[in-house]
């Protein structure tokens, strides 16, 4: 294991992003424990962490065996199994009382040196804090989906936060095989209100006529070098979840961030992409 990774890592909230923080410190040699709201939604959290690690083992990326990280690996559904980690992210869905309830909830249980973060893909890092009794040991570490394929994540200082765990968060980040950029707390941070905005303009541009979804994604794709086009990106993210950060934007930073019409009615629609086999593609076959 790095001497850099903390040797338990606690994540809370076992869905796609949960899973895949999970399995990133898990195959970078963490105990990780993984708490889930019922027992059901646990047994599938830990699917979901073996199912990654699985990918990995056929890539032949890892030199463990698949029963030694699973013996790394607990799940379960209560916070106390967080007492002992050093790190604990949370990975919950960016609704802010549940966000706020979660993370007082983990702090209660952590030792006074653990450090508290979110996944937050857009909510205040600085609001957050402001709910716990110690914003200092508290950070933003957003992950990006899918996170085994992901090489980003992005370190979220919070106002009070310890300068300290700058440092030690890029060396964690390092340590996972992944690249750290420092971001400052703001509305969206970098990557999210970069990327909202471009994917918000692509929607105008669809709802507009001016060009189908796949010409438009084509058009960043190979005169921009975006791995993936803005409406694919949505479509993987969930145009739910897009369509939750383009308003808190919108209510914090403006009209350029008031979400486009055709984004509310295919979510009103239940097309919420990837997930639900609709967005601005045809996923069924998927």
């Known amino acids: ?34 708490i889930e709201r019922d027992e059901a939604s646990a047994a599938a959290a830990r699917e979901r962490v073996m199912g990654s690690v699985d990918k990995s083992l056929a890539r032949g ?18 916070y106390q199994q967080f007492a002992d980690c050093q790190l604990v992210v949370e990975a ?21 040196t653990a450090v508290l973060a979110s996944n937050t893909s857009s909510l205040s890092v600085s609001g957050l804090a402001g709910e716990l009794s110690r914003p ?7 992950f990006f989906n899918p996170v085994p394929a992901s090489t980003l994540i ?37 990557s999210s209100r970069l990327g909202v905005a471009i994917a918000l303009e692509a929607m105008r541009m669809v709802q507009e006529g001016v060009a189908s ?14 791995p993936t086009g803005p409406l694919k990106t949505t479509d993987i993210v969930g145009l739910d979840v897009r369509l939750g950060i383009a308003e808190y934007l919108h209510q914090e930073l403006g009209e350029r961030f008031e979400p486009p019409q055709i984004l509310r009615e295919l979510v009103a629609e239940g097309k919420l992409g990837r997930k639900s086999g609709q967005g601005f593609y045809d996923w069924s076959q998927d």
């Open 213 to 226: 979804a796949e010409d438009i994604d084509n058009a960043m794709v190979l005169g921009y070098k975006h």
């Open 61 to 78: 990326t890892l030199s463990e065996t698949r029963e030694q990280l699973g013996a790394r690996l607990s799940v379960g559904t209560d």
């Open 92 to 112: 919950v869905p960016e609704i802010w009382d549940l966000k706020v309830s979660s993370l007082q909830g983990v702090e209660k249980v952590l030792a006074p």
């Open 154 to 190: 992005e370190v979220v200082i919070g106002k009070q936060t310890d300068a300290e765990l700058v440092d030690q968060a890029r060396d964690w980040v390092a340590a996972l095989g992944k690249t750290a950029v420092v971001v400052n707390d703001a509305p969206g941070f970098a």
């Open 1 to 34: 294991m790095s001497n850099s990774l903390p040797a338990t890592v606690g994540v809370l909230g076992g869905g796609r992003m949960g899973a895949g923080i999970a399995h990133a410190f898990l195959i970078s040699g963490a105990q990780v424990r993984v």
């Open 136 to 142: 200092s040991r508290f950070l933003g570490l957003h």
